[in-house]
Nanobody, 121 residues
Framework: QVQLVESGGGLVQAGESLRLSCAASGSIFSINAMGWYRQAPGKQRELVAT???????NYADSVKGRFTISRDNAKNTVYLQMNDLRPEDTAVYYCFASSRRSVWSPVVSSWGQGTQVTVSS
């Protein structure tokens, strides 16, 4: 079982920045991808950014140029630097990780509990 613990959410004004962190622990042999989704009230959960283990990053069009995802593989931690925040970025942000607990195990996905980000205008 893998546990993901998020931190860094909060209330900011438009144009300000926040940095989210998510640390994975538990039965981890290797982590493939880590990343972030978000869900605003009344909306479906949407992809924000992902960081595959093989390198490269993917971003939702709405956050390109403003958000940056990074990983510290030694710490099994993923970060999301969010700059120039807008009211439409208000949502609960969820961390995810796809991992194996052994070389023979299937890849499983795990989710954090979510952290609230609120951007006021």
């Amino acid at each position: 079982q893998v546990q993901l613990v998020e931190s860094g959410g909060g209330l900011v004004q438009a144009g300000e920045s926040l940095r989210l962190s998510c640390a994975a622990s538990g039965s981890i042999f290797s982590i493939n991808a880590m990343g972030w989704y978000r869900q605003a009230p009344g909306k479906q959960r949407e992809l924000v950014a992902t960081s595959p283990n093989v390198g490269g990053t993917n971003y939702a069009d709405s956050v390109k140029g403003r958000f940056t995802i990074s990983r510290d593989n030694a710490k099994n931690t993923v970060y999301l630097q969010m700059n120039d925040l807008r009211p439409e970025d208000t949502a609960v942000y969820y961390c995810f990780a796809s991992s194996r607990r052994s070389v023979w195990s299937p890849v499983v996905s795990s989710w954090g509990q979510g952290t609230q980000v609120t951007v006021s205008s």
